[in-house]
């Protein structure tokens, strides 16, 4: 690689595999080298978090206190609170690439706080993608079904011997783990049966298995039959093919450019993850495969709202306290990615899904929003200048080029407008909308 | 345990910080640009109209409002044979008590009743503006949300196209981005075509909410920013579109809630989110934007448990927000005719489960509404008790005859090339 292209992607690097790096972040790793660097986001899945365990957790609730007749708390506050601890501990990570990962099994797993109701159960799962998530597959997969968001999330806590409620059953394997065209109807009623009896205990908070609610019957489930339970059939579906092959192209798509459970990368990588389903050999696979750092790869994602926030506020030195409390929930929720409230099980999109007249207006709201905090000492002091005040603003946003429209829109502005404005204008560019 | 709390309460600003709207009031005055960027062919006045009755046949007056029901609402408790016994059966304890359903006549033999939150519609179904369609569905049903949505907003059963059946419908009718707007953040599949897709507004009367602030000089650059310039790769290009999209819709969108008032409230229930995505609606048509095709969203109707309550819920509300807009298009009234179109991913399981829900079913009602409907039930119910070998009902419709309907009698186009084969029209439309 060249200097300018080893820089290039060690950048695109930092932006996937975390939540970006500034200048000065990237000169270290030049010294270091793209392999070097990868290996050392990828030792960040084991390693403790400093700086983000040292941020102060909200007030929460306890499940069990909440339910206690008469006790009465602001459990939306809470939830502001823990919405915005989230932002600030995706900043300050010591470990980038496993809080991009906690983010990821969000998308992978999602469970909103709309229906859940209590914001302590949202951050014991938020929790539970940081301790697991970089493990083992059906390990993960096995503690979220039985985690207390997800069991009201998708009613599994309300499951009886008769006419058991499938929603857990459908999702876990077209959501989860497998992807849809890898089961049959029959499949989804036969591990219905199994996870009977799973619940919540509410005054306990955490999970129960109530036998005399479970069907303890034979199932036959994918090909196989035995008296499964709802562990077994975790086990069953999280070693399939068609698994490793939805688990590798979900992160992949996340992390390099979108592709389906077909693409040639996925073939490539599937057959490694299904040996031990291990997320952490899986990510390192996918850092150090050569298509990662690709062309398709670099031009290959829109930002993410939430990236696209915590990206910019680590660029400009920026942390959640510079803004009132909720308002940057809302630019989230304006933007159509609200942390713990995804619309349905379905998740977000990706690219296309980001692209739209409203989302672009919402981005510039976001931006004025933002610029106001930022400190614009380096582009003021070159005041008069737009040429080189429109260069400043590339190294400060970490891009690697201006496209020659770009650059004219952007001269254009620092020469008529003010910093603030010129920075503006940098934010809502295609280039640094891209990821 | 749901909480009451949904993006509306961002929007309201309930959350009592800054919201956007009143970031713009700080930006000083909004001046509205249609251009982006130096010597690009930009849509004008003239192109827009000329855009808009490119379809020489496109009904005057006419304009679609596509509401889309996320979840799966249950079909079965919307429009319900309350006086069957096979009903009463299948859903027990969840069943809508025979005199509680509220009385819409007969579809061949069976006595059908609309849920008892759906009092406005049942008002406009008295006055002859309702249609339901019976058992509308596809062969081999989904029980997938994600891949039965698609299928319905592709109208394409294998699941093998890409576009939505509106979006084919935008690639084939010019290039004005106010021809289909649909409110929300995301662009819906139905409205995506190949090469062109519907703009979206915000869910906000607020006309400051609709476009950018900042001075002329800053919004001049901002569109040549989004210029789009020939071999640029396809992200960047497509993120340079929907900015310069934004400028033409952003503007025409601020100035038609600027001069127009939200429907004054008829229904005496709250209408939701729904509400307030048909206020900007309403406000739009009544403005006289060119806009054919408009969308609307209401979501949570996935009622695997506690299904009574919840979608009682969210009944009242659309009821509201469907009276409410309603009563601002009288029939005839100034040639205004918006017909909304009120469909689901799927209906729900005949037999209700064990949590007081129902699970992911097949064929179900879709509902349509406007001055210019001819009132009635379209196609068959469904037999209650020849269930599939899933246990669900067999469709009865197809859905794409649904869609020839529109294409036919609002959009004023030959619905074959948009669906891939003739599907005969349901005659619900004037």
């Not at chain 1, 905090?373 to 737009?386: K, M, Q, S, V």
């Not at chain 2, 409410?324 to 489960?353: T, V």
């Amino acid at each position: 690689m060249t200097t300018s292209s080893t820089t290039r992607a060690l950048a695109h690097l930092y932006r996937r595999a975390g939540f970006g790096a500034t200048p000065a972040e990237i000169e270290a790793a030049e010294k270091i080298g793209y392999e070097t660097s990868a290996d050392k986001l990828l030792a960040g899945l084991s390693e403790p978090d400093h700086a983000g365990s040292a941020l102060a957790l909200p007030q929460l609730t306890p499940l069990a206190q909440a339910n206690v007749p008469g006790f009465s708390y602001d459990d939306y506050q809470e939830f502001i609170a823990l919405s915005t601890w989230w932002i600030d501990r995706m900043i300050v990570t010591d470990t980038p690439l496993r809080e991009k990962l906690v983010l990821l099994l969000h998308e992978q797993f999602p469970t909103s706080y709309q229906k859940v109701g209590y914001a302590d159960l949202m951050y014991r799962q938020n929790e539970l993608f940081r301790t697991l998530g970089p493990g083992s597959f059906e390990e993960l997969t096995l503690a979220v079904a039985q985690d207390p968001a997800m069991l009201i999330w998708l009613d599994t806590g309300t499951d009886y011997k008769a006419h058991p409620n499938e929603n857990f059953a459908r999702e876990l394997m077209e959501r989860f783990t497998m992807g849809v065209g890898n089961y049959t109807e029959e499949d989804v009623r036969q591990s219905a049966r199994a996870f009977t009896g799973w619940t919540l205990d509410y005054t306990t908070g955490n999970f129960f298995f109530n036998v005399y609610d479970h069907d303890g019957g034979e199932k036959r489930f994918l090909g196989k039959t035995g008296r499964w339970q709802g562990q077994d059939i975790i086990n069953i579906v999280t070693h399939t093919t068609a698994s490793s092959k939805w688990v590798v192209a979900r992160l992949w798509s996340w992390l390099a450019y979108p592709v389906t459970t077909e693409d040639p990368v996925v073939a490539d990588l599937a057959p490694g993850y299904k040996k031990d389903l291990n997320v952490t050999n899986l990510l390192t696979a996918i850092l150090h495969h050569p298509d990662f750092v690709s062309t398709r790869a670099l031009h290959g994602l829109v930002k993410q709202p939430v990236e696209y926030l915590v990206g910019t506020l680590r660029l400009l030195g920026l942390r959640t306290a510079a803004f009132s409390e909720g308002t940057l929930v809302y630019l989230l929720a304006a933007l159509g990615q609200q942390l713990f409230v995804p619309l349905n099980v379905g998740g977000w999109g990706q690219n296309q899904y980001w692209l739209s007249t409203s989302a672009s207006n919402s981005q510039l709201s976001l931006a004025w929003n933002v610029a106001q905090y930022a400190d614009l000492t380096e582009i003021l002091d070159l005041n008069g200048n737009p040429g080189a005040q429109v260069d400043a603003v590339k190294k400060l946003l970490a891009i690697d080029a201006w496209s020659d429209r770009t650059y004219r829109a952007l001269w254009k502005t620092a020469d008529k407008g003010s910093a603030q404005e010129l920075l503006v204008m940098a934010l809502v560019s295609p280039e640094y909308l891209l990821n | 345990m749901a909480k009451p709390f949904t993006r509306r309460d961002f929007l309201s600003g309930s959350l009592g910080v800054g919201a956007a709207g009143a970031l713009h009031a700080t930006l000083g005055p909004v001046r509205p640009l249609a251009r982006c960027g130096p010597g690009k062919r930009t849509p004008t006045a003239t192109a827009a109209a000329t855009a808009a009755s490119s379809s020489r046949n496109a009904k005057v007056g006419r304009t679609l409002v596509l509401c889309t029901l996320y979840g799966g609402n249950d079909g079965l408790n919307t429009v319900i044979p309350y006086d069957s016994s096979a009903y009463q059966a299948l859903r027990r304890e969840i069943a809508i008590p025979h005199d509680q359903a509220l009385p819409l006549g007969k579809a061949g033999d069976v006595a059908l009743g609309f849920h008892p939150a759906l009092v406005g519609l049942t008002s406009l179904w008295d006055a002859g503006q309702i249609a339901v369609v019976l058992g509308v569905g596809y062969p081999n049903p989904s029980f997938s949300h994600f891949q039965s949505m698609e299928i319905m907003q592709s109208a394409d059963p294998t699941g093998e196209n890409a576009s939505g059946w509106l979006g084919r419908w935008l690639d084939a009718s010019g290039s004005d981005p106010t021809r289909a707007l649909s409110v929300g953040t995301n662009v819906p599949l139905v409205f995506s075509g190949t090469r062109q897709k519907a703009s979206t507004l915000a869910d906000s009367t607020t006309p400051g909410d609709q476009m950018p602030g900042g001075d002329p000089n800053f919004l001049r650059a901002y569109s040549e920013l989004e210029h789009v310039y020939s071999h640029e790769p396809a992200l960047e290009a497509d993120i340079a579109q929907v900015g310069c999209n934004l400028l033409a819709v952003g503007a025409k969108a601020a100035s038609a809630l600027h001069s127009q008032k939200p429907p004054a409230p008829v229904s005496q229930n709250d209408a939701g989110d729904v509400g307030t995505q048909l206020d900007v609606v309403a406000e739009l048509i009544k403005a006289g934007l060119p806009t054919k095709a408009y969308g609307v969203m209401s979501s949570s109707f996935d009622t695997h448990m506690d299904q009574l309550d919840t979608q009682a819920n969210l009944l009242s509300q659309l009821d509201a927000a469907v009276q409410n807009f309603m009563g601002d298009f009288p029939s005839g009234s100034g040639g205004l005719s918006p017909i909304i179109l009120i469909y689901s991913e799927f209906g729900r399981r005949p037999e209700s489960n064990a949590s007081g829900g129902t699970d992911h079913g097949s064929a179900s009602n879709v509902i349509v509404v406007g001055p210019s409907v001819k009132g009635g039930f379209y196609g068959e119910l469904p037999s209650l008790t020849k269930l599939d070998d899933t246990n669900n009902f067999r469709h009865t419709t197809d859905f794409r005859r649904v869609y020839a309907t529109v294409l036919a009698d609002i959009m004023g186009v030959d619905p074959k090339s948009f669906l891939n084969a003739p599907y005969a029209p349901l005659g619900f439309l004037d």
